[in-house]
């Protein structure tokens, strides 16, 4: 089944356009956690803030399936 990561932040929304194949709705979860720690990353390593955006994982047909917030990905003591 083919799942989107949409995008919801402060600055508004971005539709993911292209997917990707996924086995299992707990696949796409594991793989939308990976993208929201590489996104994290990128935002630490460029010294911006890291911010309240969320990954709507939706299925082919729009049903939400799972939210990832970025913040519930990165560890702190």
Do not use: C, W
């Not at 803030?49 to 702190?76: R, Y």
């Amino acid at each position: 089944m083919r799942y989107y990561f949409h995008v919801r932040g402060p600055d508004g929304f971005v539709e993911d356009l292209e997917g990707a194949e996924f086995a299992s709705d707990e696949l796409a979860a594991v793989e939308a956690q990976a993208a929201a720690r590489e996104l994290m990353a990128a935002k630490v390593a460029k010294g911006e803030v890291v911010d309240g955006g969320q990954f709507e994982i939706t299925t082919e047909n729009g049903k939400i399936i799972d939210t990832i917030l970025f913040k519930s990905v990165v560890k702190i003591d």
